[in-house]
């Protein structure tokens, strides 16, 4: 049986940057969703203290809601290799976040895609130290979760794995139970690819997922491909966020997919960039798709 959680992309800045928004205004907020749990990002606990944690957890346990996701995004390639194990170092704290928040899952990325990068020193730069810190996460009962992503919203550039045959060739150089990936469609469409098409590649090992939608006026994936892009940033300028469902992602053909390979992780909610009302939507129809493919 898959579990849902909530995760507040639209409420990132509110939380982390206005502070117009507390984490405990998100909890309640997230309670109403009718959802199992929560992924956390790992700022909203910067310069706070174990009784931040503690009331954090208990606001949880009292609206009957795990922790089960963190989210965190390691810059592994920094040309700087002192920068890149100061990234480590990040990694291994954010780990040790998600065991005290009695969590499962923590996230990893590749980096970013900076101007020059050569493909192969990267790639070994990022395996190097996924590898050091995968050693780390078993060491406390963590799974590191890698994903298929566009770009974290702190970043100058986009994430140097976008391109699914570099995350591949990440990947497939570390085997471990405690790493596995955390799938998101709507980040594979980003990249002009085909997000069934990656998932039958990587289907056995996905831990967790990032549940979103993307859509273009009257478009499709291949014409994705045909739009104009950022030069910078690489990002299809038309390509909006939506309603859970109502988009370019195929909810059914991805859950039989993840059903039929033995799927029993947490669905994480990254919608509601236009408002509650639609986060609510996205909620409803999930659930409903869990339902139908996981069974009650």
């Known amino acids: 049986m898959a579990h849902l959680a909530a995760f507040p992309k639209c409420f990132l800045d509110d939380i982390i940057v206005h502070k117009s928004m507390t984490l405990f205004d998100w909890i309640?907020?997230?309670?109403?969703?009718?959802?199992?749990?929560?992924?956390?990002?790992?700022?909203?606990?910067?310069g706070k203290g174990n009784s931040f944690i503690d009331d954090v957890k208990g606001m949880c346990v009292e609206y009957h809601l795990a922790i089960p996701m963190m989210c965190f995004s390691p810059d592994f390639t920094h040309p700087d290799q002192k920068k890149r194990y100061e990234e480590l170092e990040k990694q291994k704290r954010a780990i040790d976040l998600t065991m005290k928040l009695g969590g499962q899952f923590c996230r990893t990325l590749s980096g970013q895609n900076r101007p020059g990068l050569e493909r192969k020193t990267a790639?070994?730069?990022?395996?190097?130290?996924?590898?050091?810190?995968?050693?780390?996460?078993e060491d406390k009962g963590v799974i590191l979760n890698i994903e298929n992503h566009y770009k974290d919203g702190y970043w100058e550039?986009?994430?140097?794995?976008?391109?699914?045959?570099?995350?591949?060739?990440?990947?497939?150089q570390i085997d471990s139970p405690f790493f596995g990936i955390?799938?998101?469609?709507?980040?594979?469409?980003?990249?002009?690819?085909?997000?069934?098409?990656?998932?039958?590649?990587?289907?056995?090992?996905v831990v967790t997922m990032h549940a979103s939608d993307r859509y273009l006026a009257g478009g499709t994936i291949d014409d994705l491909r045909?739009?104009?892009?950022?030069?910078?940033?690489?990002?299809?300028r038309s390509i909006q966020h939506g309603v859970i469902g109502k988009g370019?992602?195929?909810?059914?053909?991805?859950?039989?997919?993840?059903?039929?390979?033995?799927?029993?992780?947490?669905?994480?909610?990254?919608?509601?960039?236009?408002?509650?009302?639609?986060?609510?939507?996205?909620a409803d129809f999930l659930k409903g798709k869990i339902r139908q493919h996981f069974g009650a």
């Not at 709507?186 to 997000?195: M, Q």
């Open 248 to 282: 370019l992602n195929d909810y059914d053909a991805i859950f039989r997919i993840l059903k039929d390979a033995g799927f029993n992780g947490w669905i994480s909610i990254e919608d509601g960039m236009n408002g509650m009302e639609e986060l609510h939507q996205s």
């Open 157 to 172: 550039y986009p994430e140097f794995a976008l391109r699914s045959e570099i995350f591949l060739e990440i990947i497939e």
């Open 182 to 205: 955390n799938f998101d469609p709507s980040n594979t469409i980003v990249a002009g690819e085909d997000p069934i098409e990656l998932l039958q590649k990587i289907k056995s090992r």
């Open 28 to 46: 309640e907020k997230a309670s109403q969703l009718g959802v199992n749990g929560l992924e956390i990002h790992h700022l909203f606990f910067k």
């Open 226 to 236: 045909k739009f104009e892009r950022d030069p910078i940033h690489d990002y299809a």
């Open 123 to 137: 790639v070994h730069w990022c395996v190097e130290m996924i590898r050091e810190a995968v050693a780390y996460a």
